[in-house]
């Protein structure tokens, strides 16, 4: 049987839990919050642990919910965007097709983005990102969300969502560019927030 982990075996996790919670909030404050929960939730339910997988292991797993729970909070919270301009609805592919001509190519060349690295650093950017990917049908973007954000494998998301490994990478591709033309609008365009607006 294992022993039940020690206060300072779980708190010697916190540097790690931090970073991993840094890593997917990009917020400090929202990480040490996360962390404080999932410590809390550690030590309450230190008996709980059986040793199947290792200490920190375990933690990140508690993390991860906390991590998942802030980011719903957070995401509920926010006010929707306006409806985009020209009345694009997201649940119509017809807006995906518009956007190439019969060679595949883009009808209108992407905006440049200018400097990515500097906006990602940026929380109006992720609002913006968090926004953006409400704005998704829910199928694209839950599986978004799993595959890019939570990093989970397409095997899994694919059994969770009862679609084949094929129609995943549809669904991604079509979410990421959906994601591309709602940041446009609402981040790196002439309209968007990082413009000023």
């Known amino acids: 049987m294992m022993d039940t982990p020690s206060f300072e075996e779980i708190e010697g996790h916190r540097p790690y839990l931090m970073r991993y919670a840094l890593a997917q909030l990009r917020d400090s404050h929202l990480a040490e919050e996360a962390v404080q929960d999932c410590l809390l939730a550690a030590l309450e339910n230190a008996a709980t642990f059986r040793g199947g997988s290792s200490l ?20 509920s919270e926010r006010a929707r965007f306006a409806e985009p301009a ?71 998301i694919c059994k969770a969502e009862s679609i084949t490994s094929s129609n995943c990478w549809v669904i991604l591709h079509r979410a990421r560019i959906g994601l591309r033309g709602c940041l446009e609008r609402n981040w790196f365009g002439p309209q968007g927030l990082s413009a000023g607006g």
């Open 86 to 156: 020209g009345g694009e609805d997201f649940d119509d592919e017809a807006w995906l097709d518009a956007l190439f001509d019969e060679t595949g190519h883009w009808r209108d060349k992407p905006l440049a983005w200018g400097d990515p690295e500097a906006a990602l650093d940026q929380k109006r950017f992720w609002e913006a990102f968090e926004r953006c990917l409400d704005k998704l049908p829910g199928a694209s973007g839950r599986v978004f969300y799993k595959r890019e954000i939570l990093g989970d494998e397409t095997e899994d």
């Open 56 to 75: 920190r292991t375990w933690l990140t797993s508690i993390l991860r919910f906390k991590v998942i729970d802030l980011q719903r909070k957070a995401v």
